[in-house]
């Protein structure tokens, strides 16, 4: 429209100008009348046609409500403008100085008045435009939010849009980190880059979800080498092309070395250490998913138990400077195979500690991770996006929760101050009910909960039963006895150990046990180790099961004694 006007005016002065330098008669009226009708003429026609365009895609734009009216959500504003999918309907914004003003031609209103505004404006949708605030402020509002049972989207973090990684148009839908996460402490320097800068590094179970965050974290601190070392391939090749394009974008010389290998392989995990001249271990190898343990005794055993002892002698051999052992909530007080299993791999590594003090040994304990493989809140989302229903083992059931990239780093500052079998323990701030959680997860994705009150709401929570192995809490600590350290939410515990000796006994027995996949002694033995495992159901190993059901079938015992007729009968000449 500048552009026409100046154009107009421009030529309109041309005339001027020419009937002045020509002494030609021209009436005052005549330039104002060019104008207005080159106006009408040019410019009419195209601002019609978009007056139009803009009438017919408004009603086919979805009508959304911005929250917060701050210059974020200005811009956001600006944006849906040109795009094609969502218009914005009006502002929402905590500041009552803002109550009522017009921005950008829309009202805004406080908070209070959501239900009215999204009830007069037909909004099927809120953008949450806070890229800027803290996550505690954030959770509280967002808890607010979900109450309304209207779908959510946030624009990418601030930190995020200054570094070019995202754009201010990019909306996502809110995470459940948004309604669990918590402000990060800030890393402190000298713990976070103790282990790592200008060393070599190895991470074990490279490719999993807490291995993976671990290696994103140490790239950013500068070691030399990072050997990622993963029994998986697929996940061994994801997370080599992810560090390496980030090293690539970054200008960062650093030496990505991906491995595939088992750590149950002591000459392996050697010959690799002593190739690379490993200095510092994080050892993320596990199997981590409580009932496929319960079901897959001896290969969970093995892996979490003789993984961790094979990897830990390793490193001693080959002059490791430094072992981590990422550890689980699981561990203490344990009614499943998979944490008494990470319970003796404590107690191995606190073994090897007193046998030798070349290498440091130390152990982090932690909770569920938001997001990790296994986890119920992508198992949650799947659920609602399917209709329903959301599967819930047990309503009192609650656990501890923390984001994915807050673990890894408290994981390696815990690692830095650890010497001799030292047990950190993380704070996970308080537990949740995972019945609240998915009550929050369905309204968060704009649906509501279906009940008997209810009948007409869209997804059903089904309670199915604790699985074998499943505890309805977790504790972090056995005997209670804690103390502080540097970082506030770093704290070490004192656990019982064992002496060497009996440790080595415990797990030659077990080796046997396994080897011979004699399930009843292997219990016996986890029975009998210091973890205080209180079993909450028989043994639930599947291949177990199935030959112990097969003797026990009603024709088993009959071909039994028919096998034994025939094998004593004495043969007719």
Not at 268 to 273: H, I, K, T
Not at 426 to 450: H, N, Q, S, T
Not at 463 to 483: H, N, W
Request: net charge negative; glycine share 8%; proline share 5%.
């Amino acid at each position: 429209i500048l552009t026409m006007v100046a154009g107009t005016l421009l030529s309109a002065g041309t005339m001027v100008v020419s009937a002045y330098v020509l002494d030609l008669f021209l009436p005052r009226t005549v330039p104002v009348i060019y104008c207005a009708f080159a106006l009408l003429l040019c410019g009419g026609a195209r601002t019609l046609a978009r007056a139009l365009y803009n009438q017919s895609t408004k009603k086919l734009k979805t009508p959304v409500i911005i929250y917060g009216a701050g210059s974020s959500g200005r811009q956001l504003n600006s944006s849906l403008q040109y795009g094609n999918e969502y218009r914005a309907v009006a502002f929402v914004d905590d500041n009552p100085v803002l109550h009522n003003a017009m921005l950008q031609g829309l009202t805004v209103f406080s908070a209070n008045e959501l239900p009215q505004i999204i009830a007069r404006f037909g909004a099927r949708k809120l953008l949450l435009a806070m890229p800027s605030m803290p996550r505690q402020r954030r959770r509280e509002i967002v808890e607010g939010l979900s109450e309304l049972s209207i779908e959510m989207l946030t624009i990418p973090g601030m930190a995020d849009i200054v570094s070019g990684k995202a754009k201010l148009s990019e909306l996502h839908e809110v995470s459940v980190e948004d309604l669990l996460g918590r402000d990060p402490v800030a890393p402190f320097p000298e713990l976070i880059t103790a282990n790592i800068k200008d060393k070599v590094v190895m991470v074990t179970g490279a490719g999993g979800s807490i291995g993976s965050e671990l290696c994103r974290q140490i790239v950013q601190q500068q070691p030399t080498t990072l050997v990622l070392l993963e029994n998986s391939e697929f996940s061994l090749y994801q997370i080599d092309q992810e560090l390496n394009n980030w090293c690539r974008e970054t200008h960062c010389d650093i030496r990505i070395v991906p491995i595939m290998a088992s750590v149950q392989r002591q000459n392996r995990l050697e010959a690799v250490m002593t190739a690379f001249g490993v200095q510092t271990v994080y050892h993320a190898a596990a199997c981590k998913h409580v009932p496929l343990v319960e079901y897959n005794v001896v290969e969970g055993v093995r892996n979490n138990v003789f993984g961790t002892w094979h990897a830990a002698e390793a490193a001693i051999n080959c002059g490791v400077e430094r072992f981590v052992l990422i550890s689980t909530d699981k561990a203490v007080r344990p009614t499943n195979v998979m944490g008494t299993s990470k319970r003796i791999a404590e107690l191995v590594l606190q073994g090897l500690a007193q046998r030798q003090s070349a290498t440091r040994f130390c152990m982090v304990r932690f909770g569920n991770v938001l997001g990790s493989s296994g986890s119920v809140v992508p198992l949650f989302k799947r659920q609602i996006r399917a209709g329903g229903p959301i599967t819930l083992t047990h309503k009192d059931i609650t656990r501890y929760f923390m984001t994915i990239p807050e673990a890894a780093q408290l994981v390696i500052q815990a690692g830095a101050m650890g010497n001799d079998g030292d047990v950190f323990v993380l704070d996970m701030g308080e537990p949740v009910r995972i019945i609240d959680l998915a009550k929050k997860m369905i309204r968060l994705m704009g649906y509501e909960e279906k009940t008997a009150d209810n009948p007409n709401g869209d997804i059903a929570i089904n309670i199915t039963g604790l699985r074998p192995g499943e505890k309805l809490y977790e504790e972090l600590l056995i005997g209670g006895d804690e103390a502080e350290t540097q970082h506030p939410r770093i704290r070490t515990a004192s656990e019982v150990s064992l002496p060497w000796p009996e440790v080595l006994e415990l797990l030659q027995a077990l080796d046997a046990a396994c080897e011979q996949y004699d399930q009843a002694a292997i219990r016996e033995l986890l029975l009998s180790a210091p973890t205080a495992f209180n079993p909450q159901s028989g043994i639930c190993d599947v291949v177990w099961v199935e030959n112990q059901d097969k003797r026990q079938a009603p024709g088993a015992q009959e071909d039994q004694n028919l096998f034994a007729t025939e094998s004593t009968e004495p043969t007719e000449k």
